[in-house]
């Protein structure tokens, strides 16, 4: 089967990339823990115990600070990005080859290689393929680089083929 090489342009703004950034199970110990410290909240209301109220607003701001920062590391990552290249913007030529993933930074000169082994998610977007290893790096595909709805087909059959540890989300 033929390679596939791509190039995608991301940056701070991609919606599609920021919605699928955190885990899936990231997301659901959020909302339990939330849920858990409303209603250690609303516990404590009931019975007029402060140690709750003090326990419940603990959980709602921790999960606060998390997220604030995951934001706050974004930002830095994307000025950092800034600051060495000159733009907020990050372009990559990705190669499929047969054995792992070539990722190119055309403007560093940089090159890394990703095992198919490592792939441990994928996420199809209107715009875009988003595979994600288990330390949760993404690599990103441009679908208007694959521009035929065949080389679309192809390409989800060889990533189907490549990385058997992989949960598909579309």
């Known amino acids: 089967m033929e390679d596939f090489e791509t190039r995608s342009v991301i940056s701070r703004d991609t919606k599609e990339l920021k919605r699928h950034r955190r885990r899936p199970q990231d997301k659901i110990i959020f909302i339990l ?3 858990f410290g409303l209603f250690v909240i609303i516990r404590s209301i009931v019975t007029q115990n402060t140690t709750f109220t003090i326990i419940g607003i603990a959980f709602v ?3 606060l600070l998390v997220i ?3 934001e706050v590391v974004s930002r830095q990552m994307w000025t950092k990005i800034g600051e060495s290249s000159g ?3 990050l372009e990559m030529i990705v190669s499929f080859l047969e054995d792992n993933i070539k990722i190119c930074d055309p ?3 940089g090159i890394m290689y990703v095992s198919y082994d490592t792939i441990c998610r994928f996420v ?5 393929y988003i595979l994600f290893t288990k330390a949760h790096q993404c690599v990103v595909v441009n679908k208007m680089s694959l521009i ?10 060889f990533i189907k083929e490549k990385c058997k540890n992989v949960k598909w989300k579309k």
């Open 61 to 63: 701001v921790l999960i």
């Open 148 to 157: 035929q709805e065949q080389k679309n087909e192809d390409f989800i059959r």
């Open 107 to 109: 403007q560093s000169g």
């Open 33 to 35: 823990c939330a849920m």
């Open 124 to 128: 199809e977007t209107k715009n875009m």
């Open 87 to 89: 733009t907020e913007e």
């Open 68 to 70: 604030v920062r995951d």
